[in-house]
């Protein structure tokens, strides 16, 4: 590409500075004084309202006997089930499973102990 000749900027030119007004103040202007009476402020005595000729009798729940039920019956205890059986993965592992509780009965803790074939 071609270019022309640079262009010269326009010199900047500024008119003379425009003064500010100055701010004139008038007199202040006083507060009005303010005027109190000499009385004393007094309150009024406090009112109360006359009790009722009658009272009212006291709710039911307040003062009605408690009553009791029957006795609560509970259920039999719960069986327990059979222990689960405990499978291993090999015949050396349940032999080891069952001499860990420290009697080798073909238990571990209380479960049967068998042996699985692994899944794939």
């Not at 039911?60 to 089930?81: C, D, G, K, L, Q």
């Amino acid at each position: 590409p071609t270019y022309s000749a640079p262009i010269a900027a326009p010199v900047a030119s500024y008119s003379a500075p425009i003064a500010a007004p100055v701010p004139t103040y008038s007199a202040p202007i006083a507060a009005p004084v303010a005027t109190y009476s000499a009385a004393p402020v007094t309150a009024m005595p406090p009112t109360y309202m006359a009790p009722p000729a009658v009272a009212a009798a006291p709710a039911t729940s307040y003062y009605a006997p408690t009553t009791f039920a029957a006795p609560m019956t509970y259920a039999a205890p719960v069986a327990r089930a059979a222990p689960p059986t405990v499978v291993a993965p090999s015949q050396a592992s349940a032999l080891a499973m069952d001499a860990a509780d420290g009697v080798i009965d073909g238990k571990f803790y209380g479960s049967q102990v068998a042996v699985g074939a692994p899944r794939y």
